[in-house]
């Protein structure tokens, strides 16, 4: 499943790496969970529509109460986090768990590399340009591995680090796993369940985090060969929810 110069003189290259550094990081957003909280500095200057799509989730409270619905990892070693999707309603996803409210996806912005740390917009299999809600973070360097995210599916849009409380996610990603989703006790209950209970802006400064240095997606223009493999090495199904059959029934492409 795996898809996806300008010549300038010197002085111009170097004056805009110096404008590139000093502005490809600005909002930072708290997660409150109910497994301890983490924070994600975004990439505004760089993933414009991605950061824009996300903060109207953030700015309308979309995410409140809603789950960390999935923890998925490939043979290589990779492991995501996923969530932005489903409301917590004390059950097992179905194709009735309420999923939130969300408006038109979104332009991909292969911009950046799934490297360990980062978050990225999740999206369904074949349709690049279909991401809503959903996000994940990347508990490795998935860019290159199984996953192949910089490449599969036309790359997938990176558009925040995380900054602090990436142990938080380590900790949800070694809780056990019912139905594919990290939970305290497989038993139905709501506080079960690993919840976002809300999100917020807590800086909204262009220069915020500006020390960081994000990595180059390099890949998303070279020639890959599409993964048919039916395994979860390189199976975009890991980002998708619970699989194709809920997305179909949930996600709505704009």
Known sequence: MKNRIRKITLPLFALSITTFSNNT?????????????????????????TVENFLHYVKNEKYSNVLVHRVASENSGGTIVQGG????????????TPHIET?????????????????????????????????????????KNGFGLDTQN????????????????????ELKQCSSMPMLECTESEENFVTILQTSVIDDDPASANTLSPVKNTLINQVTTPDTSSSSGGSLNWLMLLGISLISLRKKLN
């Open 25 to 49: 990081l600005a909002t930072i957003v708290e997660f409150q969970t109910s497994q301890g909280n983490f924070q994600v500095n975004l990439f505004d200057e760089t993933t414009p529509k």
């Open 85 to 96: 999707g489903y409301k917590n309603s004390g059950s097992y996803l179905t194709a009735t």
């Open 103 to 143: 408006i038109s996806s979104v332009t991909n912005e292969a911009v950046w590399s799934n490297v360990k740390g980062t978050i990225a917009m999740a999206k369904v299999g074949g349709f690049p340009n279909s991401a809503t809600s959903e996000w994940f973070v990347n508990l490795h360097d998935n860019s």
């Open 154 to 173: 036309e790359g997938f849009t990176v558009f925040g680090q995380v900054i602090s409380g990436l142990e938080n996610l380590e900790k949800i990603a």
